[in-house]
């Protein structure tokens, strides 16, 4: 079926003058679908290996819509459009899942941080989106992805794909996987902190946040297909490891990536203010761990799909999964080496939060 076809599937009288591929994301496909009448649309194919449920999925997105608009009316946030038939999603002939949304206009989305207070207000916004599904009743929302964040589990999984070794590209990557036994030990969270379950993200790389083009704030949060129960500290921990790295995330030349202390500490400022005074002491204190450990957790995700035959992220060339594993570790060894600094922000952070109440 062409796009065009696909595109009439949902509830608008508007005409499509073109679509094209839009975007960096690592896991649906996306199109810009421009009309003669209006903004436009995003229509996505949905990546169905890894959203087994869309009927599920889409609920949660629908619901999670629903209730943000209701919190804040004057805040812009994704918006479904059904199809003719009322439905969240359209299947096509093969099989195929389609969804489409408002085109967000002018605004987009970064895959790096260009000016530092821009980190600052997505914390703010990333803490805000937390706060805003503070009461959202968690117990409706479908697990679109179990386990996304149990990081052992995804360590077992990553031993299981070196054991198979399907592609037979584990000789190439020796230091890689004693990097990460090293530090098995440093992906679970120590067993005597109880952190509260929430409503999160569990997705926040800055560019699922939509910045105004003109003054960069920051008008969106976008790519809802995690919003699940999960950890505070995850949330922070995804956005530092995106935001505040010195390169790309696919950045072959190592000597550029570093964590940005600069950035780590403006975005710890925004996040904690966002979240309203919510986050436990527990959870400030676990904070420069939720980067560690998403830090480690994403290298190691990069390195399973690259010993898998890059089934699971985006690629656009050979070798990127490969990459991408191997700055996140770098990042990860400079977060070590910057941990004394990395823990002092956020406890300087937290007091100065807790004057300012
Ligand atoms: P993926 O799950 O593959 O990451 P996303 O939902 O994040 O897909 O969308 C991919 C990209 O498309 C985003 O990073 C952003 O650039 C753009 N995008 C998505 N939704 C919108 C929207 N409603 N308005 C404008 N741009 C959007
Ligand atoms: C994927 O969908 P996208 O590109 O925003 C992935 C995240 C990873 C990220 C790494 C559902 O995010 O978990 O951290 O790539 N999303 C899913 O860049 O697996
Ligand atoms: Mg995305």
Redesign the pocket.
């Known amino acids: 079926m062409e796009i065009k076809e696909i595109f009439y599937q949902f509830l608008t009288e508007e005409t499509m003058v073109s679509a094209v591929p839009y975007g960096n994301?690592?896991?649906?496909h996306t199109f810009l679908v421009q009309t003669q009448e209006g903004p436009g649309y995003i229509l996505q194919k949905i990546n169905t290996d890894?959203f087994s449920n869309t009927d599920e999925l889409m609920e949660n997105i629908v619901n999670v819509t629903s209730w943000l608009k209701k919190a804040d009316p004057n805040r812009q946030c994704l918006t479904v459009i059904r199809t003719r038939s009322g439905r969240a999603y359209f299947t096509d002939p093969a099989g195929g899942k389609w969804r489409m949304y408002e085109y967000v206009k002018g605004a987009r989305a970064y895959d790096m941080i260009a000016h530092v207070e821009d980190f600052g207000q997505i914390g703010l916004a990333f803490g805000e989106f937390q706060a805003m599904l503070s009461d959202f009743p968690a117990k409706t929302l479908h697990e679109t992805?179990p386990d996304f964040h149990n990081t052992p589990k995804r360590y077992k999984a990553f031993e299981k794909a070196l054991e198979e070794d399907v592609k037979q590209r584990a000789a190439e990557v020796t230091a890689e996987i004693a990097f990460l036994r090293e530090r098995r030990g440093e992906m679970e969270l120590p067993a005597d902190r109880k952190l509260p379950l929430r409503v999160t993200h569990n997705?926040t790389?800055i560019?699922?946040i939509l910045l105004d083009e003109k003054t960069r704030k920051p008008v969106c949060v976008i790519?809802l297909?995690?919003v699940m129960p999960g950890l505070s500290i995850f949330d922070f921990g995804?956005a530092i490891r995106?935001g505040a790295n010195t390169a790309e995330?696919n950045e072959p030349d190592l000597s550029k990536v570093s964590l940005s202390l600069e950035l780590y500490e403006i975005f710890t400022r925004g996040f904690i203010k966002g979240c309203g005074g919510r986050l436990t002491r527990e959870e400030l204190e676990l904070l420069p761990m939720g980067a560690k450990i998403m830090t480690l957790e994403?290298g190691m995700?990069f390195l399973t799909d690259y010993l898998q035959g890059d089934t699971y992220?985006h690629t656009s060339r050979a070798g990127e999964n490969l990459d991408r594993c191997r700055n996140q570790f770098a990042l990860a060894a400079d977060m070590e080496k910057k941990w004394q600094e990395m823990c002092g922000i956020v406890s300087r952070c937290s007091t100065d939060s807790q004057t300012a109440k």
């Open positions: 994301g690592h896991i649906n890894i992805i997705d790389k560019n699922n790519d297909d995690t995804d995106s995330e994403c995700r992220f």
